[in-house]
């Protein structure tokens, strides 16, 4: 009985190892330069089927065979910006955390930075017109009441 468990056990101890190696992809690489870019580009890149997860930490199938596609483009001598490229052909603009300056994306980054100035553009003129409003003239009320203090602290 006791061994009958053991047994099982094992079994199971072993079916839960290999399928968690069955999801781990091993790359070899000679230099360990390569090795960096590898893992640069696939942390760079965005799985197009998971939501905002790097292809490099995703489990899906597409983000499998991109990560394939850089290994294979890596050690075919291809440099990071045509690697970058031949991804963004092949999948769209979306797998790029950053994406490109370009004509359809001027109001992506011009946008931050336009909103920025219209801010202190908006700030600076609050700023003047309560200048202005707290430095208007006295009435002539005030002003004789004013002068009549003058006079009495100079009589004194």
Not at 96 to 108: C, D, G, I, M, S
Not at 112 to 129: A, E, M, Q, S, Y
Request: one cysteine or more; proline letters at 3%; hydrophobic letters at 45%.
């Amino acid at each position: 009985m006791a061994l009958i468990r053991i047994v099982t056990a094992a079994i199971l101890l072993a079916l839960s190892i290999s399928a968690a190696a069955g999801g781990i992809e091993l790359r070899e690489f000679d230099d360990p330069v390569l090795a960096q870019r590898y893992h640069d580009l696939t942390a760079s890149m965005r799985c197009p089927l998971c939501e905002n997860q790097a292809i490099g930490d995703s489990d899906s199938p597409i983000s499998g065979d991109m990560r394939e596609r850089v290994y294979q483009m890596l050690q075919d001598g291809r440099s990071d910006s045509e690697i970058v490229s031949h991804m963004v052909e092949r999948f769209g603009d979306y797998i790029l955390y950053n994406p490109r300056l370009e004509k359809r994306t001027y109001l992506l980054w011009g946008l931050p930075v336009g909103l920025g100035i219209l801010g202190f553009v908006l700030l600076l003129l609050i700023i003047r017109t309560r200048r202005k409003s707290s430095a208007k003239a006295l009435s002539a009320e005030e002003r004789a009441r004013l002068d009549a203090l003058i006079q009495r602290r100079r009589s004194s």
